[in-house]
């Protein structure tokens, strides 16, 4: 079953960091671009970064630049977000999706991130 | 960046109805336009990809069209389990944006 399962959430402080974590299972992982999106409380729905296989090239939206970096392990089927200097603006569900012509194909449940004091 | 504009953003609806959902972006993005339907408490789902291509394993009562700037989905015998909020998204450029969404009620 393809598959991919977020860890990592959770209650940090303003200014604090968090590692979020997502772990893939039934395609090969190597294979496609992955990215995070994240979506605040009653909002919409808002894309935050996309890695390439290799990790050659990252994209990352405005807001976050600077402060979070996305990295991965081929070898253990895992993409990565760390995050810095959160703000409370960045409390959100994060999903990781995979990107598959051109879209996001598969989704994880999520992981809550709540920057609070 | 492109911006995403859905209409309209919330809409009333019964079983049985077609349901039609407009997405305009504010460049030409082709047909790198995709949809997807999310309820409460989960992930969002992909409906269609490339503007028109029906995802795998998604009901084909759902139907996009459109190219350019101008997208739609349809969806055609709105079935109870439709009742969602809707999300286009468009894939041309970086950074990746989604419109605001359409909620789908009874």
């Known amino acids: 079953e393809v598959q991919l399962v977020e860890s990592g959430g959770g209650l940090v402080q303003p200014g604090g960091s968090l590692r979020l974590s997502c772990a893939a299972s039934?395609?090969?992982?190597?294979?496609?671009?992955m990215s995070w999106v994240r979506q605040a409380p009653g909002k919409g729905l808002e894309w935050v970064v996309t890695?390439?296989?290799?990790?050659?090239?990252?994209y990352f939206v405005d807001p976050v630049k600077g402060r979070f970096t996305v990295s991965r392990d081929n070898a253990e089927n895992s993409l990565y977000l760390q995050m810095d200097s959160l703000r409370a603006e960045d409390t959100a569900m994060y999903y990781c999706?995979?990107?598959?012509?051109?879209?996001?194909?598969?989704w994880g449940q999520g992981t809550m991130v709540t920057v609070s004091s | 960046d492109i911006q995403m504009t859905q209409s309209p953003s919330s809409m009333s609806a019964s079983v049985g109805d077609r349901v039609t959902i407009t997405c305009r972006a504010t460049?030409?993005?082709?047909?790198?336009l995709a949809w997807y339907q999310q309820k409460p408490g989960k992930a969002p789902e992909l409906l269609i990809y490339?503007?028109?291509s029906l995802q795998s394993g998604v009901p084909s009562r759902f139907s996009g069209s459109g190219s350019g700037t101008d997208f739609t989905l349809t969806i055609s015998n709105l079935q109870p389990e439709d009742f969602a909020t809707y999300y286009c998204?468009?894939?041309?450029?970086?950074?990746?944006?989604f419109g605001q969404g359409t909620k789908v009620e009874i």
């Open positions: 039934g395609f090969t992982f190597s294979g496609f671009w």
């Open positions: 460049q030409v993005i082709r047909s790198w």
């Open positions: 998204q468009q894939a041309e450029s970086f950074p990746r944006t």
């Open positions: 999706a995979r990107a598959n012509n051109y879209a996001f194909d598969i």
């Open positions: 490339a503007a028109s």
């Open positions: 890695i390439k296989p290799d990790e050659s090239e990252k």
